[in-house]
Structures are given as C-alpha cells and as structure tokens.
C-alpha cells in the first residue's frame, strides 16, 4: 500500500534544511537560534501590527476578518473572565483522549494478530484496504444515530478515524523487520519470545510511534467531526455556535484555542519520541551510554 | 527464510501462481459471503437490532431503489465529486506552490516554519464553521474547507521531494554549472515525482473528507447530505446504501490516483520504460532526418 | 590482558582436541528448485583449529555451505556432520558472523556483545565479565557504552565480531565479514581475526570472493565454482604462522595464486 511511504513520511519535520554550511561551535549555535527566534518574533510583531493598523483605519470588515485586539479580547474572555471555554476544552480533549487510547488499542491489537496468524492477515486485508480508503468522517451520521448525542459517540468516532494508522504502521514496523538480523538470532537459537521482544519489536518502534502521531491528529479531528454534528459540548460545537452567530472574532479565537490544543498534543508525541527512540538522537546516545555505564555492574 | 524465497525461480512458479490467486479469491468472496448471511439471519431472525445494522437484503434493496429507480444519488455524487476535486486541484496548487517556494528558497523555508508547525497541529476541519460563515452555504466553502484539509500532504511530500535530491547527483548538476533552475526542472521535480503522488494519494482522501464533512455542516446536495439526511429519518438502509456508494467512490478515486501515478512515473515500470524507450528514439531520429 | 584472556578462553568448553576431524560432510547437496542446485556432492573434511576460505565467484554456493554448517538451511541430499552428529538445526558450538555488523541500535556494544549469553539463559556475571574481555581483546575498550551510530564501519564488525566470540562456539563461520569496508581497515582487521583465532584455536571457516585474502589467512582453500555450485579442488596452504603482509609478494604466494585462477577458469 503506497499510503505506507506516505504515512511515515507526513509525519517528519516538515522543513528539512540541506545545509550545506561548515560546522560551527555551540557560543555561534546559540547565538543563531537567539537571532532567528529575534527575528520570527518580529516578523510576527510586523504582520500583526499592520494588521492592527488596517482596522485602526477601518479598513477590516467585523465579518471578515476582525482586528487582532478584537480577537485578543474575546480570546481573553473566553479563558480568563467568562471562562467558558475550559470545560468545553477539557470535553474535545475527553473525547479525543479517550478515543485515542481506544483506537491504538484496538489498532495494535490486530496488527498483532495479523502478524501471529498469517491466515487471519490475508483475511481482513481486503476489508483494511476498503477501510483504509473510505473517509472514516463519512461514518459520522451513523454513529452518532448509534451511540446517541452524548460523548460516547465523539470518543466513538474519533477512534473510527484514527484506530488505522496504528494498525498499519505497528502491522509493517513488525513484518518488515531486518531480514539478516532476523537470520542472525536463529543462528544463536532464539526462541519466540526473544525474538519477539528482543528484535522485532525494539525494530518496529519508530514506526510505531509514528502511527500514534497520526493517531492523535486523527482522534482530535473525529471528535470535533463529531462534535459539529451534534453536541452541547466541546470545542467543535463552540466553534460552530460562534460561527454560526457570525461573532468572527470569537470564532477566530475559538479557533486559535483549538490550534494550542493540538499543540500540546503534537508536543506530548514529541516528548514521547524523545524519551523512547533514544537511539536516533546523538545527545540521548550520549545520556544514555553514560546511564548505562553507571549502571553497569559485576 | 529469506534466502529459500530469493532463490527461487519465478518461471517454474508462473502457472502455480495464477491457479493459486483464483483460489485465494474464491477463498475471500466464499467468507465475505458467510459474512452476509450470517449477517442476514442474524437480523431476520431479530437477534441484531435493524436500527443498528440493518439486514444486507435491505441495503441491496435499496442500492437498487437509489440507482435505478430513483437516480437521485447520481447528482450527490458529481455534486460531491465537484467539491472533492475543486478542493483537491487547490489544495495540490497551494501545497505544491509553497513547497517549491520553500524548497527554491533558505530563507522563506525559515520564516514559514514556525507557521507550519502550528497549521500542521491544528485540526484544520474545525475551520469548516468559520469558512461557512465566511464563504456561505454554497460550493465555495465546501471547496475550501476540502482545499485546507488537503494540502499538507502535497506540500509534505513535495518539499520532501525536492529538497531529498542525491548529493551526488546535485553536484554533478552543478559541474556542469547549471543553473537554480535547470536543476529544478532537471533533477529536482523528476526526483521528487514518486513521493508527490503519494502525496497526491493523500490528498485524494482527505479531499474527498473534508468535502464531505463540509456537507454535514451544511447543504442541500451531495453524498454528505444524502447520508445525514437518511440517518436522520432513521432510514438505514439508505444510510448503510449511501455510506457504500461513499466506499465505492473513494476507491474509484483511489484507484484513478493510482493509474495515474503509475503512467506518470514511467521509470519504474519495464513495459512503460520499453514504450517510451521506443516513442523517443523515433522522436530523436525523426528530428534528425528533419535539421 | 592474560588474565583476561585466559579467563575467555577457559569458558570455551573444549569439544575436541587439535588435529581431530570436527566438519564432515559427504555428497552434500543443496538444491532450491529443480533447476537451482545451489551446492552440488561437496565432499570434504575440516580438522580442528584450522582455517579454511571458501573462495570463488558469486553464485559458487560458498554462502549456501556456510548456512548448511550453520544449520540455517536444510540439506537435500548428502551427509553432514559436525562434532560427529548430523546438522539439523542451528547449534551452540558453531557461531556465525555476516558482512553486515547486525547490532541492535538500541543496545550499547557491550549489550550487543551480551545477546547471546541471554538467548540461551541468565545473564551472569561471569558474563559480563567475558563480554568486557572480549572487547577489549577486539581493540575497543572504552567503547563498551557507546551505540552501533555512533561507530564506524570497522569498529561495529569488531563488536560483532566479539558477540561471536561471547558465543562460546568452537567453530566459527564468517561470510565476508570485512567485505564491505575499506582494503586498509579489511587488512588491519584480517590480521586481528588471527591474532585471536591463534589464541583460542578456533574452527574457521571464512568465505570471501578475494583470492589473495582466501589463500593468506587459511590452512586449506576451498576453491568453488559456480553453475552448479561444486567443490572444484581443495589446495593446501604450506605457510608458517603468524604470517605477515609481506608474504603476499613472495613467488610462493603468487604460485597458489595462480594454481586458484586455473581452478577459476579464468573468469575471476
């Protein structure tokens, strides 16, 4: 399935710099990082301070596009003082959360299966394929007359939509593991078991973890689906009212909310990257040889 | 393992191949119809609830009632279709566009980044809303929630594309001192031809999605519609009827992707590889015989 | 350094002693299909301590006849023996090294070196003390901690080279191990590979497509030829140990060499 290559591939930083530059010491590093971040900052300061004056001149349509402090106000209301959006973040989170955890379970699960019987693999590869090509969002009708309007159907539709990544990556992270390193553990006897934890799985665990990236993406994306279908709850259907109201800038900052939120999921993904493909890095290469070392003993 | 299967010759194996394919299929449709009428009595037979699943007689049925009789799902279909397109020829411009911008240029990669970041995190569907208020109930906002949702792939995998060139084959372009653009067209794009089509791939699905939840929002026509609408007044069999028409189409769309990725790529197919080798050596003598 | 040696070299359990036949096999075939007969009667002997190369062009067998000692495929037709009971089956006093390193990223030299000791059990001590030993012995102290990344292409052969020492096996079987680094380094860890094959007086049995490399580390070449994979001729090697470099321009060396082009046909 071709959607392999595209799947592993989405999901590495975006922006890859073929540097072509000589190498320079850490006093320069931190100086360049500082004098880049100097100048996103400002960049950022001009494009919202231009578009600040446009509406100072009137220039900006309320229903359009409504001037940065209209939206820093109600972005202010909305957390701070009318507080209406916390329990509304925290149910989309609920429900993305939940159907995250469910998703990669079930996910896991028959990757696992179909890795231990091949016969159970052949069989459901034609209804993954259908599955995998059918938007899961076109379900959402169904399931929300399924399990109602309550939250089970948000964390229901969210698992819909991102139980597959998990399946596929963990399914081709633990077939295609190194065809010599495989031959390598049969010379020295390995069983199963050994087999199983000692290669295989160490082997497929970036892709893996790139499946839960996906995964998470995916979760919060069917719960706000869902949400827009029926809900009184959640990001998704604040999103829709203020739109709806045409209160733009609350819309806009609704919105802007929901951008933090998907943050804060990419950097929890991150973290987890970072904590447990400590291989890939040199800086976690070098932490944990010197973990390793002093934990050694004999 | 390995080494008995490389070794094998495939000529002994032709034959045996094809017979054993016919089995596997048979194989597949021999479940897949125990499936149904497992399926079938179940609901008959009252112990699945038809509000939940209905029976696959039903669906049948009204597959035939939607196709045939009425032919109203024609029009949902080209009107989705449209949508789906539409979104997916933008969002492939827009992605597209900004990745070679990003790929030509250090520092324009640089400042979009953070931008991207942040685009990337953000499921881009809850702006359907917002694009509807601003945009209306009509075609366009259904376009551009399908351009928005769909263009991080292309761009992805364009950029990857481009900038992923061979060192190598980078510095011999430039031995020959040719120029940004000689190698972007000669080197960069053709490289990057595969993965743009996965990217293209992507695209399709999460077009063809976003149109799709755009209807829900709001509309009166398209597979989104159809589907809502038939949930709502409880018609399952319409629902389950309308949601394999979605199937159906998806994969068409797929495999169209598919053949066009397969024809496009020519390089990496030995039949397409022999035609072109043919096309071009007549093209090459003919332009002699004509200076 | 002989403390630490002799401590590794006592954990090799003795299986037979110096000059006793340990590999036999008669006839042995090795046929993948009915027209890809991979190995055809190989008939020889191999006695205990020596160094034989398996040399010849792609497509010899000499791969397929390490993996049939391995126990990594069965045999067709044929008898094979090693310590005097039929290969079946993957085994403990034959260990195998490959032309790529095979480490696990995620584990530190010395927990690549420790793979086998927990495949067949408990890690002990005594364990970890030889997995240290060993690669020390293989020149890379100080490096116990580090991952396969952060190695180079030789460094890694030499801790995959002390995980088959960590084995315990007697018999080891190597398939072009060095065959994909640089001459300089291949040469360097050629020379090593004796140095500590004299000192545990190991079984060997190394492949390699290179003549010279064939016929300066072994006792005995296997000279193989392709289209079936047979056993052409089996040539002695009269030199003394350790050997040196110098002894690849002497007359003597180029004669064997040219006897392995003959046998060759030529087309190497």
Redesign the interface.
């Known amino acids: 399935m071709?959607?392999i290559?595209?799947i592993t591939?989405?999901t590495?930083s975006?922006?890859?710099?073929?540097s072509t530059e000589p190498a320079i010491g850490p006093a320069e590093l931190a100086d360049k990082g500082f004098k880049?971040l100097a100048?996103?900052v400002l960049?950022f300061v001009i494009i919202i301070g231009a578009w600040e004056l446009a509406g100072v001149f009137n220039q900006l349509n309320d229903?359009?596009l409504p001037a940065p402090s209209k939206i820093i106000v109600k972005f202010i209301d909305l957390w701070f003082i009318s507080q209406r959006i916390w329990w509304h973040f925290f149910v989309t989170m609920y429900e993305a959360t939940a159907g995250f955890f469910i998703g990669v379970g079930i996910g896991m699960s028959l990757a696992i299966s179909a890795v231990v019987s091949p016969v159970f693999r052949?069989?459901i590869s034609?209804y993954a394929i259908?599955f995998n090509?059918?938007?899961?969002?076109?379900?959402?009708?169904?399931i929300?007359?399924?399990f109602g309007f309550g939250w089970s159907s948000k964390i229901a539709q969210a698992t819909l939509v991102c139980f597959f990544a998990p399946f596929i990556n963990t399914l081709t992270g633990l077939l295609y593991t190194?065809?010599?390193?495989?031959?390598?553990?049969?010379?020295?006897?390995?069983n199963k078991k050994?087999y199983f934890w000692?290669?295989q799985f160490?082997?497929a665990?970036p892709l893996i973890i790139a499946g839960f990236k996906i995964a998470l993406?995916g979760a919060?994306?069917g719960a706000?689906?869902a949400e827009?279908?029926s809900a009184s709850e959640g990001?998704?259907i604040l999103?829709?009212r203020?739109?709806?109201k045409?209160d733009?800038a609350g819309?806009?900052a609704t919105?802007i909310s929901?951008?933090l939120m998907?943050?804060l999921?990419?950097s929890l993904m991150e973290v987890l990257d970072y904590k447990v493909l400590?291989?890939k890095r040199?800086s976690r290469?070098q932490q944990?040889?010197?973990k390793?070392?002093a934990a050694?003993n004999? | 393992?390995?080494?008995l299967s490389s070794a094998d010759s495939s000529a002994a194996l032709e034959s045996d191949s094809q017979s054993q394919r016919a089995w596997?299929l048979t194989?597949?449709l021999l479940?897949f119809f125990v499936l149904m009428t497992l399926w079938e009595v179940g609901s008959r037979a009252g112990w699945i609830d038809p509000?939940?699943f209905p029976a696959p007689w039903g669906i049948v049925k009204q597959i035939g009632l939607m196709y045939y009789v009425n032919g109203n799902v024609y029009y949902h279909f080209y009107k989705t279709f449209i949508e789906a397109m539409a979104g997916l020829g933008l969002g492939v411009f827009i992605g597209v566009g900004l990745a070679t911008a990003?790929a030509l240029s250090?520092r324009f990669?640089?400042?979009?980044?953070?931008y991207?970041?942040?685009i990337?995190?953000?499921?881009r569907?809850?702006?359907?809303?917002?694009f509807?208020?601003?945009l209306g109930f009509g075609l366009s906002s259904k376009v551009a929630l399908a351009a928005l949702v769909c263009f991080?792939?292309p761009?992805?995998?364009t950029?990857?594309g481009l900038?992923?060139v061979d060192d190598e084959a980078e510095e011999m372009f430039r031995s020959m001192r040719s120029t940004k653009w000689q190698t972007f067209w000669g080197l960069r794009v053709p490289n990057s031809a595969t993965?743009l089509?996965?990217?293209m791939?992507?695209g399709v699905?999460s077009a063809?999605?976003g149109a799709?939840?755009a209807e829900?929002?709001s509309a009166n026509e398209g597979?989104?519609v159809l589907?809502?609408r038939?949930?709502?007044v409880?018609n399952?069999n319409g629902?389950?009827a309308t949601?394999l028409s979605?199937?159906f189409f998806?994969?068409l769309l797929?495999k169209v992707a598919?053949v066009i990725?397969y024809y496009l790529v020519f390089w990496r197919s030995d039949k397409l590889m022999q035609a072109k080798s043919k096309k071009r050596k007549d093209a090459f003598f003919k332009s002699l015989a004509a200076a | 350094m002989a403390a630490v040696a002799q401590a590794v070299a006592s954990s090799n359990k003795p299986q037979a002693s110096f000059g006793d036949v340990v590999i036999q096999a008669n006839n042995l075939t090795k046929a993948f299909s009915e027209t890809v007969v991979a190995l055809e009667n190989a008939s020889f002997t191999v006695k205990k301590g020596s160094f034989v190369s398996l040399v010849g062009p792609s497509g010899c067998g000499k791969s397929t006849l390490l993996r049939l000692v391995?126990?990594?495929i069965p045999k067709t037709s044929g008898s094979l023996t090693v310590h005097g009971k039929e290969v079946t089956?993957?085994?403990?006093d034959?260990?195998?090294m490959?032309q790529?390193p095979?480490l696990?990223?995620?584990r530190?030299s010395?927990?690549n070196v420790l793979?086998?000791s927990?495949?067949?059990g408990r890690v002990t001590?005594e364990d970890?003390?030889r997995a240290?030993g060993f690669l020390d012995l293989v020149g890379l102290k100080d490096f116990?901690?580090?991952?396969p990344?952060?190695l180079s292409g030789g460094m890694q052969q030499r801790v995959a080279l002390a995980r088959l020492l960590q084995?315990g096996a007697d018999i080891l079987l190597l398939d072009e191990p060095f065959g994909a680094l640089d001459e300089f380094t291949r040469e360097r860890l050629n020379l090593e590979l004796l140095r500590i094959i004299a000192q545990f007086s190991s079984t060997t049995l190394f492949v390699t497509h290179n003549i010279a490399e064939a016929i300066f580390l072994a006792d005995q070449v296997h000279v193989m030829t392709p289209r079936p994979g047979r056993l052409a001729k089996i040539i002695d090697v009269p030199f003394t140990r350790p050997r040196e470099i110098s002894l690849q321009v002497t007359p003597e060396f180029n004669e064997l060499v040219a006897e392995v082009r003959e046998v060759l046909g030529g087309d190497h």
């Open positions: 071709t959607s290559t595209s591939t989405s590495t975006t922006t890859s710099t073929t880049r100048m996103h960049i229903l359009l052949r069989y034609p259908a090509v059918t938007p899961g969002i076109a379900v959402t009708p169904l929300i007359a399924w190194d065809e010599d390193a495989t031959e390598l553990f049969r010379s020295m006897r390995a050994q000692k290669l160490p082997s665990l993406t919060l994306i706000v689906v827009f279908f990001i998704g999103m829709q203020t739109s709806f045409l733009i819309s806009i919105l929901m951008s998907g943050l999921f990419f400590y291989w040199d290469m944990i040889s010197k390793r070392k050694w004999m | 393992m390995s080494l596997i194989k597949h479940l509000l939940l990003a250090l990669r640089e400042y979009i980044k953070p991207i970041i942040v990337e995190a953000t499921p569907i809850a702006v359907g809303p917002l509807i208020a601003w991080f792939g761009f992805v995998n950029l990857t900038l992923n993965i089509m996965a990217g791939k992507l699905s063809f999605g799709l939840v829900f929002i597979m989104g589907m809502s038939y949930t709502y409880l399952m629902a389950f949601l979605i199937t998806a994969f797929f598919d990725d | 391995a126990g990594l089956e993957p085994r403990g034959t260990g195998m490959f790529r095979i696990l990223e995620w530190t010395v927990e793979l086998p927990e495949l067949t001590n970890k003390r240290m116990e901690f580090t991952f990344r952060q084995t």
